[in-house]
């Protein structure tokens, strides 16, 4: 059981590394093929929109210095690249075979391309800045429109073969996380069951037993269930896998609307707002 196509997201910011790093990481460890997706803003095509929308245009020297900032940026994605494939020994460009790494040719919008890479990805990583940029909207179409599983890349990426904790409800959400999690559950040391005691639901759903047997039909063992207190839930549950020291927490994203959840917060946007931590293996 492993990751067979994996999708990078790179927007031209020093915090790309840190994606395709962990990208890497897993392509050595799963034989897998990564695809660095360039997603930044074409700002060209941003600023010819509010020109007409403003009733006016701007002069074509614009255009053309916007033009040669984009490729600016798309050079700056394939350095990085090449410096991440050359430090872990990772082939860098087109060919077959695997593990190896490729980088996208730009697409505009980049939410085409978005759809058009993520259709048949294993898995898409981003860095935890991204969290904080003005592209953290691509998190939401990764989540949302997509229906992809999501990893956000927090530390190092040997932290993934250390401990897993899985934040387990029993609902749909959070059993799509696990069932894309699986290869990296059977790469970790160890495996934590997390269960908030505020609302928790005392019905067979959230048997962690469940999870467990669910587990062992994949010879993945099982978990060593924890109740962990406090509120908000979200924060309890961040809290405990900061304090035992997991590097990766599998969770399913926003189980209420997404609209709930802004007005409302929700255990997902305490495990976003978490600055450091385990990395997150999200799946809505």
């Known amino acids: 059981m492993s990751y067979k196509h994996i999708v990078a997201l790179a927007v031209g910011e020093p915090f790309d590394r840190q994606a395709l790093a962990f990208a890497a990481w897993l392509a050595l460890e799963h034989e897998a093929r990564v695809t660095v997706v360039p997603a930044y803003p074409d700002a060209a095509a941003s600023v010819a929109a509010f020109g007409v929308s403003a009733g006016g245009a701007y002069p074509q020297e614009v255009f053309e210095a916007l033009s040669e900032a984009m490729k600016t940026t798309q050079a700056q994605i394939e350095q990085v690249c090449r410096e991440v494939c050359e430090e872990t020994g990772l082939t860098f460009g087109p060919g077959d075979g695997a593990p190896r790494l490729v980088l996208a040719d730009y697409d505009r919008p980049p939410t085409f391309a978005l759809s058009r890479h993520l259709a048949l990805a294993d898995l898409v990583v981003v ?57 990296l559950i059977g790469s970790s040391k160890d495996l934590l069951i997390l269960q908030a005691a505020e609302g928790q639901r005392l019905d067979m759903d959230a048997n962690p037993e469940t999870l467990n047997a669910y587990l062992r039909a994949h010879d993945l063992g099982g978990g060593r269930r924890i109740l962990v207190e406090g509120s908000p839930e979200g924060d309890a549950l961040i809290g405990a896998a900061k304090a035992s020291d997991a590097g990766l927490l599998i969770a399913g994203a926003f189980g209420r609307s997404q609209f709930a959840e802004y007005i409302f917060g929700g255990a997902t946007r305490s495990f976003l707002k978490a600055k450091d931590g385990p990395s997150l293996l999200l799946m809505h």
């Open 127 to 183: 860095a935890q800045g991204l969290l904080a940029g003005s592209d953290r909207h691509l998190i939401g179409q990764v989540l949302f429109a997509e229906r992809a599983p999501l990893l956000i890349a927090r530390g190092d990426p040997e932290t993934l073969s250390g401990l897993a904790a899985i934040a387990w409800d029993g609902s749909a959400h959070a059993g799509r996380a696990v069932r894309q999690a699986l290869p």
